[in-house]
């Protein structure tokens, strides 16, 4: 038998380093050549990390969080034969500069876990009572979200009856099992008295409280926002359109062709109209290289739709938009929401944008001030669509209306030339019949 090192592979584009985000193996498991180890985050999609052998893993070569340098260590696996352990000088240590404290310390071999375990002293088997320990020592032991505590039925009753909810309330007892004893010193550690009654504790101050470490694609989030916002002067222009003629064509347009073509949203209007009003402003479809102090235009629409996913904020990208029907807009971007939510989107279909479309949809309250999706230079914002009263011929009517919040790159667009943009924008959107006159 031998040892089988697999290596950070080379992902390609100049990329140093990624983040492994998740382990779909553990010590101990057998495993196939061809099998997914691992996936890992670039700064553009996640890439799975597949096995070069078949065998058994005996060591993990990082924690979920950690970034790794390419050509680290990802894995040891026990194969038949020689292994390449031999062919190796040295094995790379995995980098721990960028290790996340929070989330788990780097993963040894197998026998030297063990080995560090039967050295650890044993914990203590008996637990302070929980009426004697400080409220900041039962808030340490809070359970994670989703646990049920454990009780008996007597204290359930009980809690129940006090309108205590059982899911807060520290247990001492083995597994973290509520008695009668912690609940006592939960109800006592309240700072408000009881409310009617004297029987009604909802109103007890909660110790609770969870630390979450921010990685994949959270993390990836949080550094474009933060490098966003450092680097790029925003301004925000904010314009209300009178959508109630478009509204009249699109549900038209559905009733009569919905069945064949599919379903039309408005972002496919507003797409349009985006790639007409650009014409004009091919300063705003374009992408600003801060380092070298380029600014590259661009005649082809490559259209960043901001896509909301269950890991967080994705901007797949919808290539020459301008080349794109009403119909084709709204397939792709109904094709590339399900990749980006299902995980399936392909690091091409993650990059490469030249201007963004965010909307959130009913959710999108009255004004936004959306954040440029560095290195464009704009992003337009689409707020909620409301029915209000508007005065028109000197009679109050009632309108669809939506405000358009838009972000601009102010090193590199006017605020003379944003407003105009935007302007173009609205008049395409309140005469739809202009979307398709050329």
């Not at 933060?226 to 009733?255: C, G, S, W």
């Not at 490559?302 to 909301?308: E, K």
Request: aromatic fraction near 4%.
């Amino acid at each position: 038998m031998g040892i089988h090192i697999i290596k950070m592979p080379d992902i390609g584009e100049g990329i140093a380093e990624v983040e492994l985000v998740a382990w779909h193996v553990q010590v101990g498991d057998m495993v196939t050549e061809d099998q997914t180890l691992a996936d890992v985050m670039t700064d553009k999609a996640t890439v799975e990390i597949p096995s070069s052998v078949s065998g058994k893993v005996l060591a993990l070569g990082g924690a979920v969080g950690q970034v790794m340098a390419v050509g680290s260590e990802v894995i040891r696996i026990e194969v038949e034969g020689a292994g390449n352990l031999q062919s190796e000088k040295s094995v790379p240590n995995v980098p721990t500069a960028h290790v996340n404290t929070a989330q788990a310390a780097p993963v040894l071999i197998a026998t030297a876990a063990k080995t560090e375990a039967a050295a650890a002293p044993a914990r203590p088997t008996t637990p302070a009572p929980a009426a004697t320990r400080s409220p900041q020592a039962a808030a340490a032991h809070h359970r994670a979200p989703g646990d049920k505590p454990i009780a008996a039925p007597s204290v359930r009753q009980r809690a129940w009856e006090l309108g205590v909810e059982l899911q807060y309330v520290p247990g001492s007892g083995p597994a973290g099992r509520i008695s009668h004893a912690d609940l006592d010193a939960y109800v006592a550690r309240a700072v408000r008295g009881p409310a009617i009654g004297g029987s009604d504790t909802r109103y007890l101050e909660r110790l609770d409280e969870e630390a979450v470490p921010v990685i994949g694609l959270r993390r990836k989030i949080a550094q474009k926002m933060q490098e966003a916002k450092r680097r790029i002067p925003h301004f925000t222009y904010v314009e209300e359109v009178d959508m109630t003629e478009l509204e009249a064509l699109r549900v038209r347009l559905n009733a009569q062709h919905g069945k064949e073509r599919g379903k039309l949203t408005v972002l496919p209007f507003l797409a349009r109209a985006m790639v007409l009003a650009l014409r004009a402003f091919p300063q705003i479809n374009a992408r600003y290289d801060d380092e070298a102090d380029v600014l590259t235009k661009y005649g082809a629409v490559h259209l960043g739709i901001a896509t909301q996913t269950e890991g967080g904020l994705m901007v797949p990208v919808m290539r020459h938009a301008e080349a794109r029907d009403l119909w084709s807009c709204a397939a792709e971007i109904l094709r590339l929401a399900e990749a980006g939510r299902s995980g399936k989107a392909t690091r091409e279909e993650l990059s490469g944008s030249t201007i963004t479309l965010t909307s959130l949809g009913a959710l999108g309250g009255i004004v936004s001030t959306p954040v440029i999706n560095r290195p464009e230079v704009a992003i337009v914002g689409v707020n909620r669509m409301v029915e209000r009263p508007m005065v028109r011929n000197g009679a109050v009517v009632t309108r669809q209306m939506m405000n358009l919040s838009s972000s601009f790159d102010h090193r590199v667009v006017d605020g003379m030339h944003a407003a105009e943009f935007i302007q173009k924008v609205r008049g395409y959107l309140e005469c739809p019949a202009t979307l398709f006159v050329e």
